[in-house]
């Protein structure tokens, strides 16, 4: 089995540098894995990053330049370089477990028909996070996977982030490729989740195993309140995307449906001032709601009026994107 490690990056050099030498620490024949980068217009040193690696390994180390901003344009344009049959994307903020791949190559021994894998995503944090975080967070929030099964083989997504996903090449393309999501600081749709969606359609098997893992840095500006309203409005866009595709409503719905977002959004906010009244951390939470629900608002609003954009979130696949 041979595995292409796909790595898109965007002016994270610093942290690249750390995956790049966690993927080349795989515990793995050399001679059966390779590594792609993507730069995606990154403006630091990015491409002097991945040349100087290329001398640290055997292991084959290819940079490409995706002119077109946006991670679901670096994800999909590796996939006609990569030279394997399994796909392994992570990020260039990820620390990979040295015995990833061995552990997946167990997975698939369990069931046939398995066509996307992921296992644990543990967090380094990279200042000593507020208890708020801890508490409120540890979870999609921040890509971490913390299931407590040792072993899951499933026909729906047990919650495979694009950081840490085993993929069968010729899935991904009968599937359409990654779905936009950060696309030039807009987040435009729902990235890995709309193609796990197509993936349970077609009929194919998710795993995921504790002994796969790979570690999230985690920095200070993501444990912060200003962050946490952010991810749940980039939440929003991704979940009205995904909605828009699975029901396709008419104008009046989409309208009746902005409505709603406004109604939402003064009670979240209702509620988040009477929690803190009551000093808990759930009004954290419940504030971040009304970024939710203006994100939804702001995405539907986008939706009534332009009809371009409603066509193109309609789109089959976005491997031609």
């Known amino acids: 089995m041979f595995i292409s490690v796909i790595i898109p990056s965007y ?24 590594l792609i980068v993507v730069d995606n217009c990154s403006t630091d040193d990015t491409r002097q990053v991945v040349e100087a690696s290329e001398h640290l390994s055997d292991i084959k180390i290819t940079y490409l330049f995706e002119v077109r901003p946006g991670v679901h344009f670096a994800r999909n344009m590796a996939i006609k370089h990569a030279a394997g ?8 903020d990820m620390v990979v ?24 995503v543990l967090p380094i944090w990279t200042v000593e996070p ?3 975080v801890t508490r409120i967070m540890q979870n999609s929030l921040l890509s971490l996977q913390l299931r407590e099964e040792v072993v899951l083989v499933s026909p729906r997504d047990p919650g495979v982030y694009s950081c840490h996903q085993f993929v069968r090449k010729d899935v991904l393309v009968d599937c359409g490729g990654f779905d936009p999501e950060n696309t030039a600081g807009e987040w435009v749709g729902d990235g890995e989740t709309g193609l796990n969606l197509r993936i349970e359609q077609a009929g ?20 912060t309140q200003r962050w946490l309203n952010q991810r749940f409005m980039n939440q929003a866009c991704a979940d009205v995307f995904t909605s828009f595709r699975d ?8 309208r009746r449906d902005q409505i ?48 371009k954009f409603r066509d193109y979130v309609l789109k089959e696949s976005f491997l031609d994107d």
């Not at 049959?85 to 260039?92: A, F, G």
């Not at 477990?97 to 296992?119: H, N």
């Not at 029901?247 to 989409?254: G, H, N």
């Open 11 to 34: 002016n994270r050099s610093k942290t690249l540098k750390k995956t790049i030498e966690s993927v080349l620490a795989i515990d793995y024949p050399p001679n059966q894995y390779e």
């Open 85 to 92: 049959t399994w796909l392994y994307y992570t990020d260039d």
């Open 97 to 120: 477990d040295s015995g990833v791949f061995k552990a997946f190559e167990k997975l698939l021994r369990v069931r046939e028909g398995i066509a996307v894998a992921s296992g644990q």
């Open 130 to 132: 507020p208890p708020w």
């Open 204 to 223: 194919h098997f998710f795993g995921y195993t504790s002994e796969a893992r790979a570690f999230h840095l985690i920095p200070p500006e993501r444990m």
């Open 247 to 254: 029901v396709r409503p008419d104008i009046a719905r989409l």
């Open 260 to 307: 709603k977002s406004i109604i939402s959004a003064a009670r979240a906010l209702i509620g988040a001032v009477l929690t803190w009244v009551k000093r808990s951390d759930g009004w954290r939470v419940k504030f971040a709601k009304v970024y939710y629900e203006y994100g939804r608002h702001c995405f539907l609003e986008r939706l009534l009026k332009d009809p």
